[in-house]
């Protein structure tokens, strides 16, 4: 065969099929491989059967199939899987060749990955990729960076697939260097778990707290998706809420009530925490799927914790007007958060982000896209310099809105013992960013009690520590002054 595939792509699972399919749409050859070889033949002689799709059954015949450059995306599972795909793929490449990465790396093994390609001479792209199986196959939300020489090379294939807003811009451009698309992809996934957790938790409230039924909180879902609160998440929450099977059962009432993760949302944690970011409510987002994992222990638990009895005798569509803003306003945090942990990682990584580019490549196609989005980006164009979300007037004035009816839910869901961690941790970072002042004083004056770590004080500058013998035992000797 003397055709030539534009593109090579490794993995045949259901991220890889679809952008296959969804690449060869667009009028794209491509040519597949997968390390079980029996997958290739399934999918050429099945879903594949009639395109422009060349089956490959070693690593050498996959680049053999390619136009120069060779441009190879990989669709695997993240870790030591990529190190030997790429090991595996280097020796038959040539200078100026890409290879893609297209799973959920870290973005540290990113940044090792570009740095040794290009020692090669090769460049190498990795890319966050969001839509889930449907967003594969008819446009994902696409999150490039690493080698910028690459960019042009593929542009004209990921700007072809992706999704697009409504107003035609393509929801890819070129986030960064090294690692950055992973990275903000990463983030994407950590706000992803967060928006999730609110939505369920905004589900438990209405269900166990106010007795209302799957249905009618379809129908409260159906509605919050005309407003601010438009989003794909919703309407697939209200979606599963509506969803019978064959005997008219609800299939959400059939499901065990523990959440599987893959790790990228304990991944956003970890790198918040070493970049000293506050991302509470994905934090707690991430112990909720751990929490609800111990369903045996729930269970045992349930017969000897007692709480109070769930009695609401207020009025339920005005808690179900509340819930919409308390469920609101705690998006925005999350987001806000999120783009914290960017900001910090960005200034440490030496990558210059566009923020509000960035909302817009999370506009369409991708798990998390919602109208608010829309919101985000014109904050961030308006100041690319804003240091929180929060600050931008539109998001101030929403949040001045919604706080009554925020504070309300909160305490409502106390009384009647009804968990709400990531809502109420929104709440709780709301009122500590707009605290001028913190109990941190008294923190730091038991640090130098017993540790003599020394502290700072409010009538001297800035940078001078000080320390106080506090027993009348302990001297004058303190410790070093730093902060990690």
Known sequence: MNKQADIGLVGL???GENLILNIESKGFTV???NRTTSKVDDFLNGRATGKNIMGSYTVAELVGHLKRPRKVMCMIKAGAAVDAF??????YLEPGDIIIDGGNSNYFDTNRRVEAAEREGLLYIGTGISGGEEGALLGPSIMPGGSVAAWESIRPIFQKICAYTENGEPCCDWVGER???HFVKMVHNGIEYGDMQLIG????????GLGLTNDEMAAVFAAWNQGPLDSYLIEIARDTLAFRDENNDAVLDQILDTAGQKGTGKLTVGYAIGACQPLTLIGEAVFARCLSALKDERVAAAQVLKGPQISFTGDRDELVAALEQALYASKIVSYAQGYQVMRAVTAEQGWNLNYGGIAQMWRGGCIIRSAFLDNIKA???TDPGLPNLLLDPFFSQALANAQDSWRRVVATAVQLGIPLPAISSALAYYDGYRSQRLPANLLQAQRDYFGAHTYERIDQPRGMFFHTNWTGRGGTTASTTYNI
């Open 13 to 15: 699972a259901v991220m």
């Open 31 to 33: 040519a597949c491989f």
């Open 86 to 91: 790429v090991d595996a793929v280097v020796p």
């Open 179 to 181: 690692g950055a698309g």
């Open 201 to 208: 938790e905004t589900y438990q409230l209405m269900e166990v």
């Open 379 to 381: 904050a961030f164009d």
